[in-house]
């Protein structure tokens, strides 16, 4: 089972293919396990020494670079623990050198919502599949992974008619996004296949998550990204409804206090707060 393209050293190659057969087997997304891959081809590479020989400084150097953002570290102590961790499972270590590896203080990110302007010019000049990636975004708050990996089967209709799409999130875990009937009449045209279906297989697979990203980032204003459009959806989410539970849900975060960093406070809110204080 080859999941791997970067080719790996050679003293790395048989183990480093087998844990990444051992993620797939645990059920994790192929983007997530596309994510570990990378991070730990990189290490390998840097290293320039046989897994077995890795020692606790040498994660350690690794994962405190200069110039790294607090998520990347993250990411990259979440590899290496669990390729660790499962080497030592599996008898190939005797020593995991990656415990004890630092946890990452978590970092606390301004909002950054996209300007409706800059969507709007988005919609004017993208092709209409392209111009519904945005829309999916910005309105229904779906990540690169979950506008990516849309079927038209993924529309539910409950008992009063109203229809909501079924969201495959992180971890794979589901939510339901209720749909507006224009969304849910445009997705249903796919039928029983992808929203966004791949040209390299003739629509076997969908578009990756990096593609979707390469599409939609270049049409917005300089410096957003696809994930601003999320952050414009929580915000007017919270805008309209000032419950930031609700919002959570709609996003599908765990916690609300990750819901807190996608939320944008309108400017009048904090003048009228303020207004009210008034003696």
């Known amino acids: 089972m080859q999941l791997q393209k970067t ?8 183990s480093a293919e087998q844990w990444l057969v051992y993620l797939k087997a645990s059920g994790l997304k192929d ?19 046989p897994p077995y020989e890795v020692t606790y400084e040498d994660c ?4 405190g670079r200069e110039h790294l953002a607090a998520e990347t570290r993250k990411g990259i102590r979440a590899t290496m623990s ?17 415990v004890n590896l630092p946890h990452v203080a978590g970092s606390s990110p301004h909002p950054r919502p996209c300007p409706e302007a800059g969507i709007r010019l988005a919609l004017d000049t993208l092709s209409e599949r392209d111009a519904l990636m945005v829309k999916l975004g910005a309105e229904l708050a779906l990540r690169r992974s979950e506008i990516a990996g849309i079927r038209g089967t993924d529309i539910i209709t409950d008992g009063f008619g109203n229809q909501s799409l079924v969201v495959r999130g992180k971890g794979d875990k589901q939510r339901l ?13 796919a039928g029983d296949g992808w929203l966004f279906p791949s040209r390299n297989d003739h629509g076997e697979s969908h578009l990756s998550p990096g593609r979707v990203g390469k599409i939609i980032g270049p049409a917005l204003p ?3 990204s696809t994930h601003s459009l999320r952050h414009r959806a929580a915000t007017h989410a919270y805008t309209a409804t000032r419950d930031l539970l609700a919002v959570s849900a709609f996003l599908g975060h765990a916690s609300v206090a990750t819901t807190q960093r996608y939320v944008a406070m309108p400017p009048e809110h904090l003048r009228d ?3 009210a204080c008034a003696l």
């Open 177 to 189: 996004v209720p749909l507006s009937p224009r969304l849910a009449a445009r997705i249903s045209l």
């Open 7 to 14: 080719p790996w050293p050679d003293s790395w190659k048989d």
């Open 82 to 98: 669990s390729f660790f961790a499962w080497m030592l499972a599996t008898g190939r270590i005797d020593v995991d050198p990656s």
């Open 31 to 49: 983007s997530t396990v596309t994510t570990r891959r990378v991070k730990l081809s990189g290490f390998a590479r840097w290293v320039d020494k």
């Open 60 to 63: 350690e150097a690794w994962m």
């Open 273 to 275: 707060m303020v207004m």
């Open 222 to 224: 300089d410096g957003y």
